[in-house]
């Protein structure tokens, strides 16, 4: 028995913010934006939209996409670091809203890694027996934590969600390995205090960004016992598009096998990995059985890879 994804689905409220739009109301340009991170619109959710509304479309599309019943799904883990409130958590908001049968619900904090280590915990859940089949996903509303006066960071977030059924099956799809890793001490690089805004020192987190994705991508690959020869894609968190190409730089593989999506969707923190992954699957990218190697960076510090055959 393996760890299948049976359904995807993502939700990307409709609101555009270009980067002329930004131009309006900071000191800054679409030139500057587009050169320094890749990022040419992102979308906004509605004052009154919170994580769990984003997260629902999502996932009722990945539901249907499944073609499992609600009732079947026993665990909803959701990875944000915008939820709806302190408590109770987006998980049991979002498991009432899509009418499910009582799961195990829960958040996951790990800012731009919680999905990647929410598809760990699902799937170890899968693995011991637990559950057949949970709910992964990453849904963020980053607009409403944004301080909209500072330039270093309001030009780089977007809204969005993204979710997977995680199901145990007897098809040859596995999740292979995982490279989890944490570093509170860097803590400073980035934050949001509660009940205060984000705040980045974009240079720091540049540069730790690019060393820990390399080396937990290449941690995971050796775990799986596999090299990047066998990899069909890899999916960054897609947080600037000089990041991703530094990552294709020093793994050594073409830019064409490292997935892109950011000049749409900007940086949807932990929704951002789900949804280029439905990006990839819809665009006929990978198919089953491909191995696919996941990375991502983010707050805490957190960060770590994934090999999965698909
Ligand atoms: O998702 C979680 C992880 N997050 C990340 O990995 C983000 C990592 N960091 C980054 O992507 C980049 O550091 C940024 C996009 C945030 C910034 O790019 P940078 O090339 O590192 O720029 P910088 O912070 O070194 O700033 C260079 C210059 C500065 O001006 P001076 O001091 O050289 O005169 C900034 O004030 O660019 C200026 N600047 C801007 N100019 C126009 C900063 N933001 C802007 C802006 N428009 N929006």
């Keep these: 028995m393996g760890v299948e994804i049976l359904g995807v689905g993502k939700y990307i409220p409709p609101r555009v913010l270009t ?12 030139e500057w934006i587009i050169t320094r991170t890749g990022i040419k619109e992102r979308h906004i959710a509605e004052e009154w939209e ?3 509304d984003l997260a629902l ?9 499944s073609k499992l019943n609600k009732k079947d799904i026993e665990a909803v883990i959701v990875a944000t670091s915008t939820p709806d409130m302190i408590f109770p958590s987006t998980a049991c908001f979002l498991a009432d809203k899509l009418g499910l049968n009582k799961p195990m619900a829960f958040d996951l904090s790990a800012a731009c890694s919680g999905f990647i280590y929410g ?10 027996g637990q559950f057949k089949n ?7 509303v980053f607009s409403q934590i944004l301080d909209w006066s500072d330039r270093s960071t ?8 993204g979710a997977v059924v995680l199901s145990l099956t007897d098809s040859d799809s596995d999740i292979l390995s995982a490279e989890m890793k944490s570093d509170g001490s860097h803590w400073g690089s980035l934050n949001c205090p509660v009940g205060e805004k984000l705040r980045m020192r974009g240079r720091e987190t540049f540069k730790l960004a690019i060393k820990s994705m390399e080396t937990a991508s290449k941690k995971a690959l050796e775990k799986a016992n596999l090299t990047l020869d066998d990899i ?4 960054p968190h897609q947080a600037n598009i000089r990041i991703i190409n530094a990552i294709a730089e020093r793994l050594n593989v073409p830019e064409e096998k490292v997935f892109s999506n950011i000049h749409k969707y900007g940086n949807t923190s932990a929704a951002s990995i ?7 699957i819809k665009e006929g990218k990978i198919n089953k059985g491909d191995n696919i190697l996941l990375t991502a960076f983010g707050g805490g510090l957190t960060w770590g890879s994934i090999v999965l055959r698909y």
Aim: with cysteine.
């Design 19 to 30: 980067n002329s739009d930004l131009e309006k109301i900071l000191d800054t340009s679409d």
């Design 50 to 52: 919170k994580a769990s």
């Design 57 to 65: 479309k999502a996932c009722e599309e990945a539901i249907e996409n």
């Design 119 to 128: 598809l760990t915990i699902g799937s170890s859940f899968l693995k011991s």
């Design 134 to 140: 949970v709910l992964v996903v990453g849904t963020e």
């Design 154 to 161: 309001a030009v780089i977030f977007g809204d969005g969600a």
């Design 232 to 235: 069909k894609l890899i999916i």
């Design 274 to 280: 789900p949804i280029a992954l439905y990006d990839v």
